[in-house]
């Protein structure tokens, strides 16, 4: 089953990820980060296993400008 | 001279290392980023809102003010970050915080924080300095006014009695030295249209500091122009035309380079604040201009150029992607203690070799910067002229080292 994972601590909060792909991302009001819709924190890295996994993800790990996330 | 008044060095701490580096060479004030929203938010050093407390105590310990950096773009979703950040710096005395976005000027101002206005809001006339005034007691003017400008814009405060939130008159700063945007003061979206990766949120790749060909669509046929960085300025750097900048009655001079290491923030704030005094003591002679200018090649540059100070209208380009520095610092290894009577400091090799005739630096979070030649070497307890990887080495050393202190030899680059 293909995985988002987000290195959470990375991220700079610049919403690219919401734009791509809004259902899988929500900016967090608290502290400016993108949350990942349905992902599991596992000590700060995110992930979600999804059947609903749409290859679109292909581009926000690529737009990422830090790198912030990975499709395994 | 046109004015008396102290001018301010204000030089950039984007790590612990660097802060002290920055006290210890004298800078009157230092800025600072702190969680993402800052134009570094790439640097894997930024400070959190946890370590405002000890930068303030630090600094002010030390006499020098520190600013924080706020000054990205902000969207919806930054408002409560940016809240939570101001409030933290109110809370812990930082003594400014450096915006741009109105919505911070606003907040800011609402809970009597001190601000100052970044060069990210472009300011290039009096009626922008009058408006901000309401705001902001300092203002970083558009890195591309000529020096002439900024001269009139301060003649202008003057004449006009604008005055910040403080009762005082606005207090002009100017970007004095380091990395030059391509673009004007810092606008740039071209790293945001190739990787999505925006300037404005301090996330720039620097693609402007590459090489570019030009393609001919008519024939595909690919020219390099000239084996030139277009798109990649020199450095500013004003340190022989400093005494024009304070005749222009600005008060507070920036170092640019949050993203370099403490022997640069320390190497460049050192010959500022020497320059600065040398003027107001009118000492500033051709002989220490080229000293200052020796030593300022030594650290991270492109090249060096005054910028658009003497109204030049094309920048001139960087001949490579990286630094010329004349100087290049490979790391060796770790600090593990330090015995003060006999002045000898003991490190664990890592990686390289250390011989007696070494040139070494020691950059500390805790003590900023040292220098020092190795004249008598001891690996693993006894007198030797050589170390390798893995040695125990002691050397004599005239500051206090600490644990984890790191250790790097200096070498001539090909451009020395």
Redesign the interface.
């Known amino acids: 089953m293909p995985k988002v994972i987000q290195y959470r601590n990375k991220c700079i909060g610049c919403g690219i990820c919401y734009e791509l792909q809004p259902r899988l991302w929500r900016m967090s009001r608290k502290d400016g980060k993108a949350n990942l819709v349905g992902g599991v924190n596992h000590k700060g890295v995110y992930i979600l296993s999804s059947k609903t996994y749409q290859p679109f993800s292909d581009a926000v790990e690529q737009s990422c400008p830090v790198n912030a996330i990975k499709i395994a | 001279m046109a004015t008396s008044k102290k001018v301010e060095v204000l030089a950039p701490a984007g790590s612990f290392e660097s802060l002290a580096a920055a006290i210890q060479a004298g800078a009157d004030a230092i800025y600072f980023g702190a ?3 800052n134009m570094r ?2 640097s894997s050093t930024a400070f959190s809102t946890h370590d405002l407390e000890e930068i303030v105590t630090r600094c002010h310990a030390a006499g020098v003010k520190a600013y924080i950096t706020l000054n990205t773009i902000l ?8 809240r939570k950040i101001m409030d933290a710096a109110r809370k812990q005395g930082v003594d400014a915080a450096i915006v741009s976005d109105h919505a911070a000027l606003n907040y800011g101002k609402s809970i009597g924080m001190p601000l100052h206005i970044s060069t990210q809001a472009n300011i290039s006339n009096i009626e922008a300095v009058e408006f901000f005034a309401a705001y902001a007691d300092v203002m970083v003017l558009a890195r591309e006014l000529s020096v002439k400008q900024v001269a009139k814009i301060t003649r202008q405060i003057k004449r006009k009695r604008i005055t910040g939130p403080s009762g005082n008159l606005v207090r002009i700063e100017v970007f004095a030295h380091g990395a030059l945007c391509m673009a004007i003061s810092g606008k740039c979206y071209l ?1 945001l249209h190739s ?4 300037a404005n ?3 720039c ?1 620097q693609n402007c500091r590459r090489q570019y060909l030009v393609t001919d669509k008519e024939d595909g046929h690919e020219y390099e122009i000239d084996n030139e960085y277009i798109m990649s300025a020199k450095d500013l750097c004003t340190i022989d035309m400093l005494d024009e900048i304070i005749q222009a009655d600005v008060s507070v001079l920036k170092i640019e380079g949050r993203g370099r290491a403490a022997d640069y923030v320390y190497t460049v704030t050192k010959c500022y604040r020497e320059a600065v005094q040398a003027i107001f003591s009118k000492q500033f002679t051709p002989e220490k201009i080229t000293t200052w200018k020796q030593q300022l090649a030594t650290v991270y540059n492109r090249g060096f150029w005054e910028g658009y100070y003497l109204g030049r209208k094309l920048g001139e380009w960087s001949t490579t992607s990286g630094s010329v520095a004349t100087d290049r610092k490979v790391y060796l290894g770790q600090g593990n203690r330090y015995f003060p009577k006999i002045n000898i400091a003991e490190f664990q090799l890592e990686t390289g070799k250390l011989n007696v005739g070494d040139k070494i630096m020691i950059i500390s979070k805790h003590q900023g910067i040292q220098t020092e030649t190795i004249h008598e070497l001891r690996v693993n307890g006894h007198t030797a002229k050589e170390s390798v990887k893995g040695d125990a080495v002691s050397f004599y050393c005239t500051n206090k080292i600490s644990k984890g202190d790191k250790l790097y030899k200096i070498i001539e680059t090909e451009y020395a």
């Open positions: 969680e993402q929203l938010a790439r969207y919806d979703h930054d408002m409560q970050l940016m790293s990787h999505y990766a925006s949120r301090g996330a790749v």
